[in-house]
């Protein structure tokens, strides 16, 4: 429980457990995946969706369960007088799902409507595409079509639910925000301490999702519209470890400057240029950097390769001063503007509960930021950008491509 006063009307919970779709073999991939979207639309105990809302009506309260790949739990938020119903409504999420075949045959209904069309749209079409070039295809990572929605077995979905849902022992409550803890004190002990539980501590398993290794290209065609979209991921295997991590992240923002400034500022024609770069921990340690812009078609080709251009530069001559400074500003600010936020100490608290760690210092943190020096970013870009796994993903607007034929 962290108790905070950055909004009178604002409290967070969340509950996590790990665990989540791994424990369930592919042939159950589509039926895990959805079982909490499917509870979520049937509502709970004696409250279907509708009366559920009516329930809630002029109350601040909402909680969702979900279900992800590692992990299962619930979000949730209130308002400090409305702390009561969102405690009672935990108290459902986990002992009463409704199993109602109904809503069950409605949700797959909106859902293949929904992803038949989908695919129509351009962006989408690029979605699609870059999952299953990174993930190669894998179903745990796969954008659904339209009929993988009939693979969802409504028993197995409730069943699932139920399994993931029936040990609250197994899960860690995290509360921030305006919260009297003294008058909490009584509401966890009746609907949080009172949850049942098995006794039972379990883990995730690695669901072996591999990223494409080697140097993989994939050149696509799709939409009418003047745009051309590039993808650039770059990744291998790395152990996380607080200092690398850093250094990581003021790489990433660098290479995001200084690709603005050659792209759309030199060269122009881009219409949006993202760099992120990410530790994966868990199930493996490894890192990614995924750049991806828009590009008019005509100068695509040239822009690509100034692109190239930009990175080779940083990882042969490295970085400015200037460029390096202005990073470190901008993480100095948005530090000091998130540590005022709830949302940032539940994501902080989850992830030093995950790991086993102690909380992470925000001083020390923006202190290493400024420690950061142009031989490190240097040596990063060498490191992380090397290129020996390197996915590149082009998808150009079709009227584009047979004009060139």
Known sequence: IKATDFKNDEILVQATSPGGSSLYGLEDVYTISNAAS?????????????????????????????????????????????????????????????????????????????????????????????????????????????ADFDKINFDKSISFYKDR???????????????????????????????????????????????????VNNEVTMGAAPKTNALFFYSGAKTWTKSENVIFSVMSDVLSIKLRESLREDK?????????????????????????????????????????????????????????????????RGIETSIKENGFWVDEIIESITFNEALRNTEEYVKAVQAVTPAQIQKAAQEYLKGDNFIRVIMSPEAEVEEQK
């Open 38 to 146: 499917i509870v979520n639309e049937s509502g709970f105990g004696d409250f279907d969706k509708s009366d559920l809302s009516k329930a809630l009506a002029g109350k601040t309260v909402t909680s969702t369960p979900f279900i992800n790949e590692l992990e299962e739990g619930i979000r949730a938020s209130t308002s400090p007088k409305d702390l009561e119903t969102l405690m009672q409504l935990i108290y459902l999420n986990f002992t009463s799902p409704r199993k109602d075949s109904l809503t069950y045959q409605s949700y797959v209904s909106k859902n293949k409507g929904l992803y038949s069309n989908l695919l129509a749209n351009p962006m989408v079409y690029f979605q699609k595409t870059l999952l299953e070039t990174i993930f190669q295809k894998n179903p745990r990572r796969s954008f659904p079509n339209a």
């Open 268 to 332: 122009g024609g881009v219409y949006g240029v993202r760099v992120s770069s990410y530790f994966s921990r868990i199930p493996t340690a490894e890192y990614s950097t995924l750049i991806t812009y828009n590009a008019d078609p005509s100068k695509a080709a040239e822009i690509e390769s100034a692109a190239m251009t930009v990175i080779e530069d940083i990882k042969k001559n490295g970085i400015d001063e200037a460029t390096l400074n202005k990073v470190k500003e901008t993480l100095k």
């Open 165 to 215: 849902f029936n040990n609250a022992g197994d899960f860690n409550f995290v509360i921030v925000g305006n919260v009297d803890t003294e008058a909490l004190a009584p509401l966890v002990e009746q609907y949080i301490a009172s949850l049942p539980t098995t006794g039972k501590k379990e883990t995730w398993k690695d669901p072996k999702v591999a990223v494409a290794k080697g140097k």
